[in-house]
């Protein structure tokens, strides 16, 4: 039979050399290997204590940035939604009640905000679409779930802690990859 | 016979086209077509006496005839200047047009909020058009900016005085249209603005078309304010049996799924309206049962209205329940049941109005 590629090999049927059947020389040499990488450097972490450092340019989950004020960002442009190549992003405006200012930064909102995590395949073209600096990738790995359902993120998933009522939460949520005023 | 009218030889950015006597030179462009025609804000082909204010349709004369080759002085509004036999013009080849037009849109942006993100007229607005093209990307004005409340004239038309660069297309349109205009420029320079004397409604029949005119988005839809981008919306021709003796009733609908969520009057290649629509058809009508689908509006591919709009799409036959010998798989996931967008129960398009946080009601629990 012609081999499928250049690198295919050929098993050896031979019969085992006298060397080979006295079984004891293979062991030892198996545990000479074995004992050998006690003595090299770990390529592991003792992950969740010990975490790797993140690439600058990782792409992890979205957040939904505040402003300092605590007002959301988001205006509902559908600029994030129609850059998706995955059609991960959903929404739906309004407009803002008077009386609402304290909540949303612009006359229009998002009143519902969602990104399929099944759908999404972390590109980051959201985040560049984005003309008000709401949407961002953090260094945040989507969490894994039992049920497709709990894959949906709602706004209540994705916004960010408000950083005048919470501000420990907001910091620790913004992470390194949000974007800083000029 | 009729004698035969002598026609007028003209050329454009080095194409030669023959014309008849009376034609503008933008006309005589949109005949040759493409890049070679100027883009226009205020001049609209079915006004009468528009054009001639925005500036933007500038070209160079190079040869003014053949009987007096001699150039024009100036760069001339292709719009109002009428083409001569023999004449040269260069418009995308001249670097003096370009330059010209780039200093027109500064000039134009310099009151514009540059509120793309919240406008709803983002993504068939002829400035934005030309801000992308001609536009900088920093502006060089450090003063206050020109602005004004916006507010609702009647109950179908938002007006966003801010946005305006006035054009005078939507006063020509209630001249032209209805028996009485109700708004019109008020106070000059800076201070212009369009305004009704005070803060009336406008209630004509036809006066819903002053939204289709207005090249940027300071008279905007009320009823479909905020409720989708024109990018997620899908446009369809459809027509109907309108009582209205002026209408035509031939008009676009613009669909998300099954709803309807607004009406507008059908626009040709160059972004003009190709016949009016009462206010009847625009902002009443907006159930799939009161109109004929004449089938979908033709997308140029590089707007951006044609984005995710995929064509014959063939869908796949859904194959599980062959595969499981008839059952229904357990773990199949109807996507409205964790969604809080597109919820089947709430129909956007029949809210009157944008839509306010009363609209959506708290979380329902699923699961």
């Known amino acids: ?182 | 016979m009729a004698e035969e009218k002598k026609l007028f030889k003209v050329t454009i950015d080095n194409i030669t086209i023959e014309v008849e006597p009376g034609t503008s030179i933008l006309m005589a462009a949109r005949r040759i077509g493409g890049e070679v025609a100027p883009p226009a804000m205020c001049y609209y082909t079915k006004l009468k006496g528009s054009g001639g204010k925005c500036r933007t349709c500038l070209v160079e004369v190079t040869a003014g005839s053949t009987a007096d080759p001699r150039p024009m002085p100036k760069l001339v509004a292709s719009c109002r200047t009428n083409v001569m036999d023999g004449m040269v013009v260069r418009n995308i080849t001249s670097e003096k047009v370009i330059d010209a037009r780039n200093g027109v849109v500064e000039f134009l942006l310099i009151n514009h909020p540059l509120d793309c993100p919240i406008c709803d007229q983002a993504g068939e607005c002829s400035l934005q058009d030309l801000s992308y093209e001609h536009g900088k990307e920093g502006t060089r004005y450090e003063f206050q900016r020109r602005t004004f409340e916006k507010h609702d004239l009647g109950p179908y038309i938002q007006l966003h005085m801010t946005r305006c660069i006035l054009c005078y297309r939507c006063v020509y349109v209630a001249d032209q249209l209805t028996e009485r205009r109700e708004h019109g420029v008020l106070d000059r320079g800076d201070h212009s603005e369009i305004a009704t004397y005070i803060k009336k409604a406008l209630d004509h029949d036809f006066i819903g078309n002053i939204i289709d005119v207005c090249p940027v988005g300071a008279l905007t839809d009320r009823t479909f304010r905020f409720k989708n981008r024109v990018w997620f919306l899908k446009p369809v021709e459809a027509h109907r049996e309108c009582n209205h003796p002026k209408c035509c009733g031939k008009v676009t609908l613009w669909y998300r799924g099954e709803e309807v969520f607004r009406v507008t009057a059908r626009k040709d290649e160059w972004g003009e309206v190709v016949d009016w629509i009462c206010n009847e058809c625009r902002f009443e009508k907006k159930k799939t049962s009161d109109w004929m689908i004449e089938g979908p509006t033709r997308v140029d591919r590089h707007s951006v209205i044609s984005q995710g709009h995929y064509v014959g799409v063939v869908r796949p036959q859904e194959v599980v329940y062959d595969v499981m010998g008839g059952r229904k798989p357990k773990l199949l996931m109807d996507i409205h049941s964790v969604s809080e967008v597109n919820e089947p129960s709430i129909d956007l398009s029949k809210i009157e109005g944008p839509a306010h946080s009363t609209d959506f009601e708290p979380k329902k629990l699923t699961n």
């Open chain 1, 1 to 182: 039979m012609q081999a499928l590629t250049s690198r295919a090999k050929r098993v050896e049927r031979k019969p085992m050399t006298l060397w080979e059947r006295l079984y004891l020389p293979g062991i030892a040499k198996g545990m000479m290997i074995t004992f050998g990488h006690i003595f090299k450097r770990k390529p592991t972490v003792n992950y969740p204590e010990k975490t790797r450092p993140f690439s600058p340019v990782f792409r992890g989950l979205q957040v939904l940035n505040r402003d300092e004020e605590g007002r959301e960002r988001c205006t509902a442009c559908g600029l994030c939604a129609v850059a998706c190549p995955a059609e991960a992003i959903t929404m739906e405006a309004a407009e803002r009640l008077p009386g609402e200012e304290h909540l949303y930064r612009e006359e229009k909102y998002a009143a519902k905000y969602e990104i399929n995590m099944l759908r999404c395949i972390f590109c980051g073209l959201c985040e560049e679409a984005c003309p008000k600096d709401a949407v961002y990738l953090s260094e945040t790995f989507a969490p894994a779930n039992y049920t497709r359902k709990g894959f949906i993120y709602g706004k209540d998933e994705l916004l960010i802690p408000d950083p005048v009522k919470q501000p420990d939460e907001y910091a620790k949520a913004l992470g390194a990859r949000a974007p800083r005023p000029k």
